[in-house]
């Protein structure tokens, strides 16, 4: 029988998440960055500065960053370290097309690599980073598991890993606020700015499918990092896990 998973709050096959994830991706690429900003209120840019101050990132560092997208975090790392390689990577190749075009349009494209690559299987030979980041990428994942090995097994000893993802707020009253607007203005945003609202009910459920805090810190654990810590943001709302090798 195949085995099932989550796409939002749907059961698909595992064997075909991947592709449902990527039309949501495909469908919002173009309108990604300015969709960010309005959901989030401009918040995102914030909470990917505090990942940078988070990192420890060294001047001949070599990073990875997985589920790049148009590329916020590289843009963001590279302003403040310009001699380190960042390696781009995203399974959806319109969102990374964005992301080279970007980088070339805003200049930040010296010390990059590109590459087309699932998060569950990537092209990097053993130990080759000091640091791996995902932004609001490991939710997506099929096998979040597999996705947590391999960017272990790519990391060099004592390299850090950095999750940045959506997560359950802490307060129950500001939790209510957050799933009337979640569900309610998001998906409306999402058609009026992006007219896509189906992608965005996926991105509200798929938020309430990811698991809370604690949880994603034993399976970082559970992955072989060790002394994994998280960071809650807006009451809990994003967490930010960082964890070594
Ligand atoms: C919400 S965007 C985040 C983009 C960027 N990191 C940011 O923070 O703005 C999620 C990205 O994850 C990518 N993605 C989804 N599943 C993935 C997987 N299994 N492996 C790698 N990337 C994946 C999507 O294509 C999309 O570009």
Partial sequence: MNRKTHFGFEQVDEKDKE???????????????????????????????????????KSDSKVLDIATGTGDIPKILLSKHNTIEVHMTDINASMLSNGYKRAVNENFHSNTYFSVASGESLPYKDNSFDLI??????????????????????????????????????????SKVYDWYSFNIIPRMGKFLANDSE?????????RMHPDQVTLKQMILDGGFEECKFFNLLNGIVAIHKAYK
């Fill in 19 to 57: 592709k449902k994830v990527g039309g949501v991706f495909s469908s919002v690429a173009d309108n990604y960055d300015l969709m960010n900003d309005a959901m989030s209120f401009g918040l995102h840019r914030l909470w990917k500065e505090i990942l940078i101050e988070l990192s420890e990132v």
């Fill in 199 to 207: 992608s965005y009910k996926y991105l509200a459920e798929s938020i």
């Fill in 133 to 174: 980041t995902v932004g609001f990428g490991l939710r997506n994942f099929t096998n979040k598991e597999d996705g947590l090995k391999e960017m272990r097994r790519c990391l060099k000893s004592n390299g850090v890993l950095l999750v940045l993802e959506f997560s359950k707020p802490q307060n129950s009253l500001f």
